[in-house]
């Protein structure tokens, strides 16, 4: 199957600062899915984005196919944005995830 | 239009005794996935269920089954639990189709084996 490999396993920020988290796939991308898991388990729909670059407030995210990564940007950090960020590739009509970035904002 | 949901929240069981999770999909989907998170693990695919059927499994035990009915909800049992079952189970849906759309995930069922 289709390895996902996630950078920085972990990251810490001050509030307010800006950071990218990457994903590199092993094969193309295909329907590439970013979540934002929180301290309570609840896996968060960020963005669907098979290609191209979305917007959504403070984050945004670009995934470049032919290249075969992701990236998602966060700015303005705050601490609510702390949890785990996990990218996901559909093979086979199923999702495969990375190990995800730790991401800890401080006040 | 409400989400994915899963029930129960949380599930306290001991060895060998059988686990039954549930879960609705979005209204108008059809596909049901399951994932199970342990500890140190990750994200890891077990089941999915499309118009009634089931069409793909992950590499898990045979004691793990579930079904789809006909409202598309869905059920995943796990029997003779053992310890190394403590995760979180996570439901999600996608809608009609074999087209390429995203899944949207339920709360999940935190499932502790004593």
């Known amino acids: 199957g289709i390895q996902v490999e996630q950078s920085p396993p972990d990251l810490i920020l001050q509030e307010g600062a800006n950071s990218t988290l990457r994903c590199n796939f092993s094969?193309?991308?295909?329907?590439l899915q970013w979540f934002h898991q929180n301290p309570w388990g609840q896996l968060i729909n960020l963005f669907y984005?098979?290609?191209g670059t979305k917007q959504n407030g403070r984050l945004s995210a670009t995934t470049v196919a032919t290249e075969r990564y992701s990236l998602l940007y966060i700015s303005s950090s705050q601490t609510t944005d702390s949890g785990v960020y996990f990218c996901?590739?559909?093979?086979?009509?199923?999702?495969?995830f990375g190990a995800g970035t730790t991401v800890t904002v401080r006040a | 239009e409400a989400g994915v949901t899963q029930s129960p929240t949380h599930l306290i069981k001991t060895r060998g005794q059988q686990a039954t999770l549930r879960c609705s999909p979005i209204?108008?989907?059809?596909?049901v996935y399951w994932y199970q998170q342990a500890l140190g693990l990750g994200l890891q695919f077990l089941l999915w269920?499309?118009?009634?059927?089931?069409?793909n499994r992950g590499n898990f035990p045979p004691r793990f089954s579930g079904r789809q009915f006909p409202n598309y909800s869905s059920e995943l049992n796990v029997n003779a639990l053992e310890l190394e079952d403590s995760a979180l189970y996570l439901c999600?849906?996608?809608?009609?189709?074999?087209?390429?759309?995203?899944?949207?995930f339920g709360d999940g069922t935190r499932l502790s084996i004593l």
């Open positions: 209204s108008g989907h059809t596909s």
């Open positions: 984005i098979p290609s």
């Open positions: 094969d193309s991308v295909n329907n």
């Open positions: 999600a849906s996608r809608g009609r189709g074999y087209s390429n759309q995203p899944q949207h």
């Open positions: 269920y499309d118009e009634g059927e089931e069409r």
């Open positions: 996901a590739d559909t093979r086979d009509y199923k999702l495969s």
